[in-house]
Nanobody, 122 residues
C-alpha cells in the first residue's frame, strides 16, 4: 500500500511565501513523475508543477517565476516553494506521484495525497 502525506499549507498574506512538502511511503519500487495540483472552489483541479526523476520541471503559466518544485529521490519526497503568493493561489493543493509497486505483479498507478489548504489573504 502506498501513501502520500502532505504538509505545509496554511494562511498567508498576499506577497508571502509557503512551502509544501509531500512524502511517499509504502511498497514503492520506483517513482516516476511527481507533481502538485490544486483545486479552487467551483473550479477543476489543475496542474501547478511537475518534476521528473531526472529533475525536468514543468509549471503552469500562472505560477512561473514564483513557484519552484523540487524532489529528493532518495527520500521519496517532493516540495513546492511558493513565493509572491496571490489571492488567486488560494486552493486545496494535492500531491501526485506515478508510482511503480510490486505485489504478485508489477503495478504502476497515480497516487494522490489528501490535500492541504492554502489560503492567501489580501
Amino acid at each position: 500500500q502506498v501513501q502520500l502525506v502532505e504538509s505545509g499549507g496554511g494562511l498567508v498574506q498576499a506577497g508571502g511565501s509557503l512551502r509544501l512538502s509531500c512524502a511517499a511511503s509504502g511498497s514503492i519500487v520506483s517513482i516516476r513523475a511527481m507533481g502538485w495540483y490544486r483545486q479552487a472552489p467551483g473550479k477543476q483541479r489543475e496542474l501547478v508543477a511537475a518534476i521528473t526523476t531526472g529533475g525536468n520541471t514543468n509549471y503552469a503559466d500562472s505560477v512561473k517565476g514564483r513557484f519552484t518544485i523540487s524532489r529528493d529521490n532518495a527520500k521519496n519526497t517532493v516540495d513546492l516553494q511558493m513565493n509572491s503568493l496571490k489571492t488567486e493561489d488560494t486552493a486545496v493543493y494535492f500531491c501526485n506521484a506515478r508510482i511503480l509497486t510490486y505485489s504478485s505483479g508489477w503495478f504502476s498507478a497515480d497516487y494522490w495525497g489528501q490535500g492541504t489548504q492554502v489560503t492567501v489573504s489580501s
